[in-house]
């Protein structure tokens, strides 16, 4: 069983939709949660932080974590064509600097 | 500002032909380097990471190597390409911890025919 399970998707919406997106984890020692956002051909970028329980929003954008039932959540409101990209969870354990990635969610917003 | 530079953004490279691909870091000392390798519609596979000059560590097996000359350099080799080593690959950098995750460059699309 990998350590983080995540819906590679495709997943496909109209434009303004509300998107959840999803990761599962087994670890309980992860401590710090990250979402991050990757267009076709480029690295990936930082979009959430944020540190064990509760909500984080910054703009469109919100993160959830629910460290008792190992689930986070991306959430985007008002969806545009530009959101189209592929979302990856990443998650982070105290000690160290290594970073658990998900598979990715694949996302793609219609006009 | 912090920077991280990646180059080539493209190559395509015969089977049996060496390969080096570099990454710089601007704006900070002591980074965490890290390259990661992602094939088309999978996710991220950690390939070395290294937290000083000279220390490399090695999370697969494989025909790929990885230095670090300077503080802010880090160096993907190989003396001989093969097909399976075609893929996306990836340099990022973060702070002593990784608390606030890492950042990556744009990456490296390589095609070994």
């Known amino acids: 069983q990998k350590e983080v399970e995540q819906d590679p998707g495709p997943l496909s919406v109209p434009e303004g939709a509300i998107v959840s997106l999803n990761c599962t984890y087994s670890?309980?020692?992860?401590?710090?949660f990250m979402w991050y956002r990757q267009y076709s051909r480029k690295g990936p970028e930082l979009l959430m932080y944020?540190?064990?329980?509760g909500n984080k929003e910054d703009g469109r954008f919100t993160a959830q974590v629910d460290k008792s039932s190992k689930y986070i959540s991306l959430f985007i409101r008002d969806s545009q064509p530009s959101d189209s990209a592929t979302y990856l969870c990443?998650?982070?354990?105290?000690?160290?600097?290594?970073?658990?990635f998900g598979e990715g969610t694949q996302l793609t917003v219609n006009p | 500002s912090q920077t991280i530079h990646q180059w080539p953004a493209t190559l395509v490279q015969p089977v049996g032909s060496p390969l080096s691909l570099e990454c710089t870091v601007e704006?900070?000392?002591?980074?965490?380097l890290y390259w990661y390798r992602q094939a088309a519609g999978r996710g991220l596979q950690l390939l070395f990471y290294?937290?000083?000059?000279?220390?490399i560590s090695s999370e697969v097996p494989q025909n790929l190597s990885a230095s670090r000359p300077q503080d802010r350099q880090f160096i993907l080799s190989s003396k001989k390409l093969l097909l399976s080593d075609s893929g996306f690959y990836l340099c990022?950098?973060?702070?002593?911890?990784?608390?606030?995750?890492?950042?990556f460059g744009s990456g490296t699309r390589l095609t070994v025919v």
């Open positions: 990022a950098w973060s702070i002593r911890g990784g608390n606030y995750g890492y950042t």
């Open positions: 670890n309980s020692a992860f401590q710090y």
């Open positions: 944020t540190y064990s329980s």
């Open positions: 990443a998650m982070k354990e105290t000690s160290g600097s290594r970073l658990t």
């Open positions: 704006g900070t000392s002591n980074p965490n």
């Open positions: 290294s937290v000083g000059i000279g220390q």
